[in-house]
């Protein structure tokens, strides 16, 4: 195959570029075909700007109006932009970013505030404990005959509740105060969890908090001129870890 190459090559014959004539050398060298290339390249592309540029001027509304064309303006065909002194310096700007910490960090110290509360009223009565209540023996005999309603000295219904567990006394008497009917129980089942879902809200809306108030901290603290390196990169849950270096303070 690779003598077969050999013989195709030998038969081609090598193209040359003939050089610029010996009484036009004074003139340069000669263009050769990818010199015009680039140059009518280069031509029709400037074409095709002009012409898009004609046809966007064509299309203007000429009652169009914007404020950069009373801020911005031409000196000696250059297009300058009047730039407006900054009016804030960076003490101002950190002083804000401040405030901006202060408002998130009131926000949510008022929003724990809330969740404490419902907490209080609501008492975590439908979520499963984690704390055992432990009983203890003296004999196998006692764990074998163990019952946990004589123990409790309640009814077998009422063994499973964590809250509101009468004893046998206080049900024989004393009369049940609140909902009996069915549709009256249902009612303020579902009060109760619509409660539990705004206590759940408030809850993930004060970790949003922290969150932003921990970033915005983070970024006020980057303005400082001292050499950082990221550890780890910002998420939506967690803001980003720089390395200081150390700095003496005197």
Do not use: C
């Not at 050769?32 to 299309?59: C, F, G, N, Q, V």
């Not at 960090?105 to 404490?116: G, T």
């Not at 970024?219 to 270096?245: C, G, H, M, N, W």
Request: aromatic share 6%; charged share 45%.
């Amino acid at each position: 195959m690779s003598s077969f190459r050999k013989a195709l090559k030998s038969k081609q014959r090598d193209h040359k570029e003939r050089s610029q004539l010996g009484f036009r050398k004074h003139l340069g060298l000669l263009e050769k075909k990818k010199d015009y290339k680039l140059r009518a390249d280069d031509y029709h592309r400037k074409e095709k700007t002009i012409l898009a540029l004609r046809k966007k001027a064509m299309d203007k509304n000429p009652d169009e109006f914007n404020f950069k064309m009373i801020h911005n303006q031409l000196k000696d065909g250059v297009h300058m932009a009047n730039r407006k002194d900054e009016e804030m310096t960076e003490e101002q700007k950190k002083m804000m970013r401040t405030q901006d910490i202060r408002y998130v960090e009131m926000k949510r110290v008022s929003e724990m505030k809330k969740i404490e509360r419902m907490k209080s009223e609501l008492h975590f009565l439908d979520e499963e404990k984690k704390n055992k209540h432990v009983f203890f023996l003296d004999t196998k005999k006692e764990v074998k005959n163990f019952d946990l309603a004589t123990h409790l000295n309640t009814v077998p219904e009422l063994v499973d509740r964590a809250y509101n567990r009468p004893t046998i006394e206080t049900l024989e008497n004393k009369s049940i105060v609140g909902a009996m009917k069915a549709r009256e129980i249902k009612r303020l089942a579902k009060k109760r969890n619509e409660q539990y879902l705004r206590l759940s809200e408030r809850i993930d809306r004060e970790k949003k908090m922290f969150v932003i108030s921990q970033k915005i901290q983070t970024r006020k603290d980057l303005q400082d001129k001292v050499k950082k390196v990221k550890v780890r990169k910002e998420t939506s849950t967690a803001p980003a870890i720089y390395k200081f270096q150390a700095k003496r303070k005197r």
